[in-house]
Antibody
Framework: QVQLQESGPGLVKPSETLSLTCDVSGYFINRGYFWAWIRQTPGKGLEWIGSMYHSGSTYSNPSLRSRLTISIDTSKNQISLRLISVTAADTAVYYC????????????????WGQGTLVAVSS | QSLLTQPPSVSGAPGQRVTISCTGSSSNIGAGFEVHWYQQLPGTAPKLLISGNTNRPSGVPDRFSASKSGTSASLAISGLQAEDEADYYCQSYDNESGSNVFGTGTKVTVL
């Protein structure tokens, strides 16, 4: 059974870079599936950030695309998120999830989730 | 603002049946993209409840069912139990925004 665990700093200063990693166990990332980042805030609810396949194909939320980098390290069975120039609006609980592709590769369902990690953007 | 609209809250007594609507548009549900449902218990991550409009993953009780019609979808919980008290979210893909989108969320309260 796949398990996902997010980790990273809980506090980031405005204008700096938010960096998170997600360790995946119980499933080899390079066997398939997309791997996603999703965040949740009280105000905006759940927001899909982006998804990446082990081959490098990446899809992302157009509203975040210019600030976003998602990467995969198959040797560590790990996915990473990097979001630059953060503001208070980026304060959220960040989840990594396994993304099962649908009719379109980008469309699909998130069938396994990590427990989430809270990131606050504040000086 | 979310492209998928849900009622903020629904409630019911134990044993009753409740339904949660998810209203979209011609660029998401109405375009034929699948609807998925998630249950989020207090203090935990969302959990996949229904995938591909109507399919229950292994381990999800058959008290949970879902349907889709036109630009909307709905989730039904029959035989409501105290453990069903949670937030529920629908999710689909929107080809106008080019993004996976989640519903606004519905809090289910068991009276």
């Amino acid at each position: 059974q796949v398990q996902l665990q997010e980790s990273g700093p809980g506090l980031v200063k405005p204008s700096e870079t938010l960096s998170l990693t997600c360790d995946v166990s119980g499933y080899f990332i390079n066997r398939g599936y997309f791997w996603a980042w999703i965040r949740q805030t009280p105000g905006k609810g759940l927001e899909w950030i982006g998804s990446m396949y082990h081959s490098g194909s990446t899809y992302s939320n157009p509203s975040l695309r210019s600030r976003l980098t998602i990467s995969i390290d198959t040797s560590k069975n790990q996915i990473s998120l990097r979001l630059i120039s953060v503001t208070a609006a980026d304060t959220a609980v960040y989840y990594c999830a396994r993304h099962r592709a649908g009719r379109l590769a980008v469309a699909g369902t998130f069938d396994s989730w990590g427990q989430g990690t809270l990131v606050a953007v504040s000086s | 603002q979310s492209l998928l609209t849900q009622p903020p809250s629904v409630s019911g007594a134990p044993g009753q049946r409740v339904t949660i609507s998810c209203t979209g548009s011609s660029s998401n549900i109405g375009a034929g993209f699948e609807v998925h449902w998630y249950q989020q218990l207090p203090g935990t991550a969302p959990k996949l409840l229904i995938s591909g409009n109507t399919n229950r993953p292994s381990g999800v009780p058959d008290r949970f069912s879902a349907s889709k019609s036109g630009t909307s979808a709905s989730l039904a919980i029959s035989g409501l139990q105290a453990e069903d008290e949670a937030d529920y979210y629908c999710q689909s893909y929107d080809n106008e925004s080019g993004s996976n989108v989640f519903g606004t969320g519905t809090k289910v309260t068991v009276l």
